[in-house]
């Protein structure tokens, strides 16, 4: 996959707050992928980008894929103690080659 | 229902003695992966297999093997495990690009 960069590393909330997490890469990107892992837990998908300027919506997350395809975010709305978590971008070569994923963004909320 | 089980959920070896960690699926994908996190990390990816062709990442210690018998499962063999191999280690398989991963195996090595 190719290297891709994730900002912030830790994201301290309080609840009710919005969030957002950047993906960049030096390279266009074939696609973006993210990922959610809960403490303890493992890594769930969430979306998958494709297209360029592409914007996807899951009830309050919001996920954007930039016009050059070198960067990517997720925004949370009105975050909830739920979406505590990881949240890591990732992205592949193409074909079965695997997933490169980024440093990751761990979301803490305090209520 | 789980879809990627991997087994044990937790395992404990002794520094230099070998361990087996084993996955398996129900989906019937042909890709499956092994991937490394350590805390508070990104999962590293080691090594995949579609169908019976192995790939190995280029910074792949030697002392990590796999074997992958069938379709179903896929083992990741550590042959002398150091101090420095205790981390999750997660198995996954994909179809269209998308991660499937299972529970994770938690190794550690005293």
Known sequence: GQQVMQI???QHVQEGEDFTTYCNSSTTLSNIQWYKQR??????FLIQLVKSG???KQKRLT??????KKNSSLHITATQTTDVGTYFCASSGGGADGLTFGKGTHLIIQP | DAMVI????YQVTQFGKPVTLSCSQTLNHNVMYWY???SSQ???LLFHYYDKDFNNEADTPDNFQSRRPNTSFCFLDIRSPGLGDAAMYLCATSIYEKLFFGSGT?????
Do not use: I
Not at chain 1, 39 to 44: A, K
């Open chain 1, 39 to 44: 403490p303890g837990g493992h890594p769930v």
């Open chain 2, 36 to 38: 490394q996190q350590k």
């Open chain 1, 63 to 68: 996920f954007q894929f930039g016009e050059a």
């Open chain 2, 6 to 9: 991997q087994n044990p959920r």
């Open chain 1, 8 to 10: 912030p590393q830790y």
């Open chain 2, 42 to 44: 990104a999962p590293k």
């Open chain 1, 54 to 56: 592409e914007v996807k």
């Open chain 2, 106 to 110: 938690q190794l550690s090595v005293l």
